[in-house]
């Protein structure tokens, strides 16, 4: 006899009828392993014409907690369909075992009701509105604070850590230079060469000098220095500030006394605001640099005629229009990195929701609010 042969032989099921009395003789080891072997047969009883079952348990040699909870399932669906069942056979073991289990039985909740796809489509955007007008009052509310807390330290100097702004001022404007460096450079470079091979066909390669100071010193430079910062910045602030929530750290400095808002979110946004402009004039001169190698190689202009067209291409405004940008820029940085760190709840997981949120919500708002300051800078006249 094979090894699957013997596992079936080691348990069986023997139904038989007298009348309208049906009797199941369950006979050998019902365990984990035989169960499968009968469940079909169990589930699929022909009951036509019975009025009493009887669950025959004497020639049964042992019963697990798997076979239990059949038995129980079997005689509960019997009694469900209006049958008498009645348990016959059984040891006092077997008893104690079903009322063990019975008194755990879990009802298998009914499945769900299929959704209509577009009351769930209303439903999920309604929520989403939700949220997100929640979340902007959350925002707003925030921005008061900060603004306050922003004026009475700049009123009350002595209450800024400087020891915690110099040490952002490194961490968010001095370690990014390589970094913003790189990205402005490339930038001018792909600025000058695409803008040379669209103005060879009308003669005029000179004014890729124009293309690239104006693009860079207007847009490109402040709009990618603060993606930058959004990325690198401000996403640390979220899991600094996070990773301190999540530690009950927070709770330690209110404990003590100490404002988190003056001691965690004023150093960052200070720091941010101060370094942003110096940041934004650095990557202003390495893409106006990138330009004029790009310019030297593909057009043979050099670097004095590039500077030349350059003086008469841009003036101070030029330049001026990014530095003005920048603080606003930084403040928006800054000011969602904080809340968002101040937004996590003590897991993990937490962590970085909220801190790929505050990347999101800054870029987003930091173009928003670039778009706007370049209407209102031409409609001036600026």
């Not at 796809?117 to 007008?133: D, K, N, Q, W």
């Not at 803008?195 to 010193?217: H, M, R, S």
């Not at 920048?326 to 897991?347: D, N």
Request: charged share 15%; proline share 3%; with cysteine.
């Amino acid at each position: 006899m094979s090894a699957a042969e013997e596992l079936l032989a080691a348990s069986s099921l023997e139904v038989s009828r007298e009348g309208a009395r049906m009797t199941l003789r369950f006979v050998g080891a019902w365990t984990t392993h035989e169960l499968a072997h009968h469940d079909a047969a169990l589930r699929n009883l022909d009951l036509q014409g019975a009025g009493e079952v009887a669950v025959d348990l004497s020639d049964c040699s042992a019963v697990d907690s798997a076979g239990a909870w059949v038995l129980d399932r079997t005689l509960d669906d019997l009694q469900r369909r209006g049958l008498t069942v009645s348990l016959v056979g059984h040891s006092a073991a077997v008893e104690t075992l079903m009322k063990t289990v019975a008194a755990r039985h879990v009802e298998c909740p009914p499945a769900p009701k299929a959704e209509n796809p577009l009351a769930a489509v209303a439903l999920r955007v309604g929520r989403e509105t939700a949220r997100i007008s929640q979340e902007s009052q959350d925002l707003i509310s925030f921005l008061g604070l900060t603004m306050i807390v922003l004026a009475r330290s700049l009123t009350m100097p002595w209450r800024i850590r400087f020891k915690a702004l110099i040490n952002q001022m490194e961490q968010t404007g001095l370690n990014s230079m390589p970094i913003v460096g790189l990205i402005s450079f490339l930038v001018g470079v792909v600025l000058a060469y695409q803008g040379a091979d669209q103005l060879a066909q009308f003669g005029a390669q000179i004014f890729t000098v124009n293309l690239v100071a104006v693009g860079v010193l207007r847009e490109m430079g402040i709009l990618l220095t603060a993606i930058i910062l959004a990325g690198r910045s401000g996403s640390a602030f979220t899991a600094q500030i996070g990773t301190m929530k999540v530690n009950e750290e927070i709770d330690a400095m209110r404990t003590l006394g100490l404002d988190p808002m003056e001691v965690l979110v004023m150093p960052r946004v200070i720091a941010l605001v101060l370094v942003l402009p110096l940041l934004t004039f650095y990557a202003d001169i390495m893409g106006l640099l990138g330009g004029a190698v790009m310019a030297t190689v593909v057009l043979d202009i050099s670097f004095f005629q590039f500077a030349r067209q350059l003086n008469d291409a841009v003036t101070v405004s030029t330049l001026a229009v990014g530095i003005i940008k920048a603080p606003f820029f930084a403040f928006i940085i800054g000011m969602i990195g904080c809340y968002e760190g101040l937004q996590v709840t003590r897991s993990a997981e937490s962590v970085g929701k909220q801190t790929t949120r505050a990347v999101v919500e800054s870029i987003f708002l930091v173009i928003v609010l670039d778009a706007l300051l370049s209407i209102f800078f031409s409609v001036i006249g600026f």
